[in-house]
């Protein structure tokens, strides 16, 4: 399984969005150099708020593109960094992946994959209604989290738009994706 880095996007201070950048530089077992989410322990501030030495299982946060033309065909205009991830990719399937999977992204960089962002209020405030678009049920009622994953660095390295993703199952039964 493959795909390719739409845009990367990072911010130095607490925003919802974060801009675009030509490239970012992952650091292991941090995250993004320069990213206000980037750290061992948590950043997030609700999770900061519950206890702050939980470990960051949230350093890079990944969103499909596709995503984007789902939610544009409903009225939402979203793109690249406006819902706070740092790589936005294109042609792999995210939400599908297992816990555990790495992601060998341009030449140098790996990400492992933890869970699933749990979108919250934030979404809405950002544009009225997109919540629901990026959160919701399925048939059995189960909670269906739409807005990404999350990873940690194992190994840094530059990564820009264009670069290649590549996706390494691992070993044994796959567990599903859950929230982090």
Do not use: W
Request: net charge negative; hydrophobic share 35%.
């Amino acid at each position: 399984m493959s795909g390719i880095v739409a845009a990367v996007s990072s911010n130095g201070t607490y925003s919802f969005t974060k801009p675009n950048r030509d490239s970012i530089t992952l650091l292991a077992g941090l995250g993004v150099e320069g990213d206000v989410h980037a750290g061992v322990t948590v950043k997030h501030r609700s999770r900061v708020a519950q206890d702050p030495t939980q470990p960051n299982l949230r350093q890079v946060h990944l969103i499909h593109e596709e995503l984007f033309a789902k939610v544009g065909a409903d009225g939402f205009e979203v793109t690249p960094g406006d819902l706070g991830e740092n790589i936005t990719t294109r042609g792999i399937d995210l939400l599908g992946l297992p816990v555990g999977t790495l992601l060998r992204i341009g030449d140098d960089a790996v990400l492992e994959v933890t869970g699933l962002r749990n979108p919250c209020l934030q979404i809405d405030n950002f544009q009225d209604g997109l919540l629901k678009k990026v959160v919701g049920r399925d048939e059995s009622g189960n909670v269906v989290r739409k807005a990404g994953i999350m990873t940690i660095v194992k190994s840094g390295g530059a990564v820009r738009p264009g670069d290649t993703i590549t996706a390494e199952l691992p070993s044994g039964p796959h567990r599903p994706l859950e929230r982090v």
